[in-house]
């Protein structure tokens, strides 16, 4: 298994240069295709008594899309003549979370960033529907961005369904990094019951040649998230890995979770699968 086409949504201006930069890297650590996407939605808008007006304004937002559409294109190709394996694209009239996951069929991985605050839907892909409905592993770019290295590698491990994806999700990236370190997080790692687990996991990563260490930790008193940012600034790695969504969205988003948190809050490129 590798990586060898890598979705990306692009923008007309330059809030996507920095994903589509770091497609551009992944894309050539392994002599991958780029498929860069345009999409944005128009609303509908409906009220009594100006129904001319309302289309004329419609159509007026739908104009603006279709100019928008090879603007970005444009871009998109500016940013990535250098890919070795080429380049496609593909335009849509549709919300962007929408056409990368129906587009996720094409890819082995979607590359994605944090969008700015108070940016619709319509122009930029919500990170948390794009994770649930992808059905394939997104990386999110770093903040603030960077190059991307991935010599050194964290997994945040729990015995989940969503943790055993992203460990499968990620084995072209574990295999080419220097180093791995996966990493649980407990409250009294005395009291860890996954030796034997950690265990599994270091010879399945082994027999595919990943440099893996495994480590258990206890939990600060801040979040989840926050330990494992500063595990991967403990071992200077800038990639974490790790499942999303292991608890039901709508609780994460009232109550916090780890997912929520770290597309919040970390540095690193993360890398997560659901």
């Known amino acids: ?67 928008d559409l090879p603007i970005a294109e444009q871009r998109f190709r500016d940013l ?15 919300f962007p979370a929408k056409e990368l996951a129906l587009h996720a069929r094409a890819a082995d991985l979607i590359v994605a960033s944090r969008p700015h605050k108070h940016v619709s839907s319509a122009f930029a892909p919500s990170p948390p529907d794009l994770v649930m409905e992808a059905g394939a592993p997104v990386l999110f770019a770093a903040e603030p961005s960077a190059p991307l290295i991935a010599e050194r590698v964290v997994v945040g491990w729990k015995d989940t369904r969503e943790s055993r994806r992203a460990l499968t999700d990620s084995l072209p990236l574990l295999k080419r990094a220097r180093h791995v370190t996966v990493v649980e997080i407990e409250d009294d790692p005395r009291a860890s019951t996954l030796g034997g687990g950690l265990k599994e996991i270091t010879e399945r990563l082994s027999r595919h040649g990943v440099r893996v260490e495994t480590e258990t930790v206890a939990r600060s008193k801040a979040t989840i998230a ?20 292991g608890h039901a969205r709508l609780r994460e988003w009232m109550l916090g979770g780890v997912t929520e948190d770290l597309l919040a809050t970390s540095s690193k490129c993360v890398l997560f699968s659901h």
């Open 80 to 94: 990535a003549s250098g890919v070795q394996a080429g380049v496609r694209w593909i335009g849509g009239l549709d």
């Open 1 to 67: 298994m590798s990586y060898r086409t890598i979705l990306v949504h692009v923008e007309p201006g330059s809030g996507s240069d920095a994903r589509v930069r770091l497609a551009v890297e992944v894309a050539a650590m392994f002599d991958a295709t780029v498929i860069g996407l345009g999409a944005e939605a128009f609303y509908p808008v409906f009220s009594s008594g100006f129904a001319v007006a309302n289309g004329a304004m419609i159509e007026t937002m739908r104009e603006r899309v279709i100019a």
């Open 226 to 245: 926050d330990d494992l940012e500063h595990a991967a600034a403990r071992h200077g790695a800038d990639v974490i890995v790790t499942g999303a969504y």
